[in-house]
């Protein structure tokens, strides 16, 4: 059972149906649509949606569509597939944008109140007399309008009649109460911009303090969970529901976000990286977005356990990014099927093995899985070994390839090195061996022991392809008093390389999840395969020194 671990907000909704607060436990997700969803909100999806599940209650999926300048319909549709992928389907899909009409009635409701003014000043001005922690807020010489002035003046905000940041809307609380959130929050702001959904209708936008207490009770929601942060607004969120006249009461509870190592999580600054080219876009497989895990190979599985693992709670905690990659190896272990590739080439001739010959041999198709079967692989006078598994002058140890010793080929036969040919340059370019076809793998050989065991691919039906290996974009390592996470980006965050697969892999299609042998788990890499270019990604490597 995902959802069997209890946290502080199960323990609320399970008082809150005992008691008959709620009958139906309604949560929403609420993206702003305003850049593609990263793993952060993963934890909230996940919350939002396994709590309504948990109980026979619902989920909406809410666009937070209240700033009309970063909105797009891109960042709406990605945000949808997105939240489908992780595997959650919303009971309704409501945009915040559909109700201005209702918030702007509220807004009407509160200046006849009395509860809100309309303030001349400007934002610099408001900011100032705003006070600080330690010093109160001044009253704006606007404070004491009349209603019917106030009423006449955000008619005519909202008629277009003035310019952005010319007026705004406040709500009249407290210009000296200790929580700041409550001197007087802006209401409506003018802003001359089109709507990703409302066009040009309007020219005064709610804010987003005041508009999401709206949006929860519109909708029934009852409990509204979102990140710490917000917890200095609660206040200021149930005097919205109280002073509006909202007939739902939801109330807002907060937990703590998720953090990950080695990566930077906020909208803005993923949009500048994105921006400023430093990644080929929001999929980017270097992206912590869901997008980017996507392609790179991650499972909505193995990101729901990872989520679950890192709890609920209400402290600040950094997870580990190596958790990340346990789970995913975890999960494709038994799935992936495994299979050798090259991803730095280096030929070996067979020289005893017959020119014009070929043999089929047969292999795993995963060691630890017997039900996935086995393939068959060709093997022939000429083969590709790794660059690395060969030495010509081996330090101790080294128990690959080198002159006058013998290893295993995987799948196949033990071969020795007896010579190697040389390009002007003294770069090695090819190693003549010779094989010995009584060691072949399955025949129960067991006259002589070897060491070493490489992989290799047969040269003359090997599939070109190439190779992409990660490293984190962001390093935590590199960081210094003051410095912008731009100054920790890892120049060295995608190394590409050009190998061989075996030629079962011909029709390998993007998203294919595979372990190459030795080199770890890779994903058929969905923008840049086409035909015969053929792009892997590295999802991981194999080994790990973290345990859960
Ligand atoms: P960002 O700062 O990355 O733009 P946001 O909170 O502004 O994040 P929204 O689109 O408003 O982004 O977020 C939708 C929901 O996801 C909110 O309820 C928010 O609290 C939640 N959320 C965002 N980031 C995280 C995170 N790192 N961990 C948990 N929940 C998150
Ligand atoms: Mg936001
Ligand atoms: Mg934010």
């Given at each position: 059972n995902p959802s069997a671990s209890s946290h502080f907000i199960k323990n609320i909704v399970v008082e809150d149906l005992k008691s008959g607060k709620v009958n139906q436990v309604v949560t929403r997700f609420p993206p702003e649509p305003n850049g593609y969803l990263h793993i952060g909100h993963a934890k909230s999806i996940l919350l939002n949606f396994e709590l309504a599940d948990e109980f026979n209650g619902r989920t909406h999926l809410r666009f937070?569509?209240?700033?009309?300048?970063?909105?797009?319909v891109e960042f709406v549709e990605s945000i949808k597939e997105d939240v489908r992928w992780l595997g959650f389907e919303w009971d309704g899909l409501y945009f915040a944008s559909d109700y201005f009409e209702e918030m702007y009635r509220r807004a009407v409701l509160l200046i006849k109140k009395g509860k809100a003014y309309v303030d001349d000043q400007s934002a610099e001005e408001m900011r100032i007399n705003r006070g600080t922690l330690t010093e109160p807020g001044q009253n704006s010489p606007y404070r004491d309008r009349s209603a019917e002035e106030n009423l006449d003046l955000f008619e005519r905000m909202r008629s277009g009649e003035f310019k952005d940041g010319e007026r705004v809307l406040r709500a009249k609380i407290d210009m000296a109460s200790p929580n700041i959130n409550l001197r007087d929050p802006a209401l409506y702001r003018i802003s001359h911009a089109t709507h990703h959904n409302t066009g040009d209708k309007w020219c005064i936008y709610p804010m987003y303090t005041y508009a999401h207490p709206l949006e929860d009770a519109i909708e029934g929601v009852t409990h509204s969970i979102c990140t710490l942060e917000f917890e200095d607004q609660r206040p200021f969120y149930d005097w919205v529901i109280e002073e509006c006249e909202m007939e739902n009461k939801p109330k807002q509870y907060e937990f703590a976000r998720l953090n990950i190592t080695n990566t930077v999580m906020s909208k803005r600054f993923l949009r500048q990286i994105v921006e400023e080219s430093i990644v080929d876009g929001w999929d980017d497989p270097r992206m912590p977005t869901i997008s980017g895990l996507r392609r790179k190979g991650y499972t909505p599985e193995s990101i729901r356990t990872f989520v679950r693992e890192t709890g609920v709670a209400r402290s600040y905690s950094v997870a580990d990014e190596k958790m990340l990659e346990y789970f995913i190896r975890e999960d494709l272990k038994l799935k992936a099927p495994r299979t050798m590739a090259v991803l730095r080439p280096l030929k070996v001739v067979i020289t005893n093995y017959p020119e014009g010959q070929a043999e089929m041999l047969e292999a795993e198709n995963n060691s630890e899985n017997a039900e996935m079967g086995s393939r068959q692989i060709p093997f022939s006078r000429e083969i590709y070994i790794e660059q690395d598994d060969f030495m010509e002058n081996p330090p101790n140890k080294y128990f690959r390839l080198f002159p006058g010793n013998e290893v295993r080929l995987k799948n196949a036969y033990f071969i020795k090195c007896n010579d190697i040919v040389k390009d002007a340059d003294g770069r090695v370019t090819e190693v003549h061996c010779t094989y010995d076809p009584e060691t072949k793998s399955g025949s129960g050989f067991t006259g002589r022991k070897v060491k070493g065991t490489i992989h290799w691919v047969e040269a003359s039906q090997a599939l070109p392809a190439e190779f992409r290996l990660y490293e984190p974009l962001i390093m935590d390592d590199a960081k210094e008093e003051g410095d912008s996470f731009l100054d920790r980006i890892n120049p060295n965050s995608l190394e590409v390389l050009h190998g061989y697969v075996e030629p079962n892999m011909k029709d390998a299609k993007p998203h294919d999840k595979l372990q190459l042998f030795r080199h770890g788990y890779f994903n058929v890499d969905p923008k840049h395969t086409a035909g015969d270019k053929r792009v892997y990604n590295r999802i991981v490597s194999l080994k790990s020194s973290f345990e859960l």
């Open positions: 937070d569509d209240t700033n009309p300048v970063k909105e797009d």
